[in-house]
């Protein structure tokens, strides 16, 4: 299998900090990790796509300077909420594919994100 | 209009029951179709994933893919209490970017 580990699952912050969410795939090589957002008994929402060694590609209506997304490796992307507000609380997901198949996506477990 | 819109729900069967979940898509583009079960608080897990029209099956999942009609469908044989989850249908055209279905929340009773 595939397996795509993301870190931390929750966190609680003050609001004004940052908060950096982690997205590794253990066991396979990911050129493309997306992150998406997903508010309660809603659908995932996409906010943006991670190229491994260029700028991500951000939806519309998602601010790049208050996402920000590195995707260093090809094992690693990570997620930066910026100068977090309560109304960034919300449950960020991150997914990968492999390079063969890359429709078929596999998904971290999910991060609480809590801004007071 | 959504590109893709999903049988909203929720659905609540008793123990055994076959369940059917559904979708349909107006982008003739699309290609891949994949259905994801997430639980509660959980990142979605891939159930089956079928390129182009058919059927496939696995253990007691069955995906149908009617290109023509531009419907999918998700069906669950012998349903399990830990069936109980939100199905995600997804769709991509190419690229690995997926479209996502709103979901829909299973109840499956003992």
């Known amino acids: 299998g595939a397996v795509v580990s993301q870190h931390p699952s929750r966190v609680i912050c003050k609001s004004g900090t940052s908060v950096k969410i982690e997205c590794r795939s253990l066991?396979?090589?990911?050129?493309?990790m997306f992150w998406y957002r997903q508010f309660p008994k809603q659908s995932l929402m996409l906010m943006a796509t991670s190229n491994e060694g260029s700028k991500a590609t951000y939806e519309q209506g998602v601010e790049k300077d208050k996402f920000l997304i590195n995707h260093a490796s090809l094992t690693l992307s990570t997620l930066t909420v910026t100068s977090a507000h309560p109304e960034d609380s919300s449950f960020y997901i991150c997914?990968?594919?492999?390079?063969?198949?890359?429709?078929?996506?596999?998904f971290g477990s999910g991060t609480q994100l809590s801004v007071l | 209009q959504k590109e893709v819109e999903q049988d909203p729900g929720p659905l609540s069967v008793p123990e055994g029951a076959i369940v059917s979940l559904n979708c349909t898509y107006s982008?003739?583009?699309?290609?891949?179709f994949m259905w994801y079960r997430q639980y509660s608080r959980k990142g979605p897990e891939l159930l089956m994933y079928t390129y182009s029209s058919g059927n496939k099956e696995d253990g007691r999942f069955t995906a149908q893919v009617d290109k023509s009609s531009k419907y999918i469908s998700l069906f669950i044989r012998d349903s399990q209490p830990s069936d109980s989850a939100t199905y995600l249908c997804?769709?991509?055209?190419?690229?690995?970017?997926?479209?996502f279905g709103d979901g829909t929340t299973l109840t499956v009773k003992p």
């Open positions: 982008n003739s583009a699309f290609q891949y």
């Open positions: 997914s990968a594919s492999r390079q063969e198949v890359r429709e078929k996506l596999f």
């Open positions: 066991d396979f090589q990911a050129t493309t």
């Open positions: 997804a769709m991509s055209a190419n690229a690995g970017k997926s479209t």
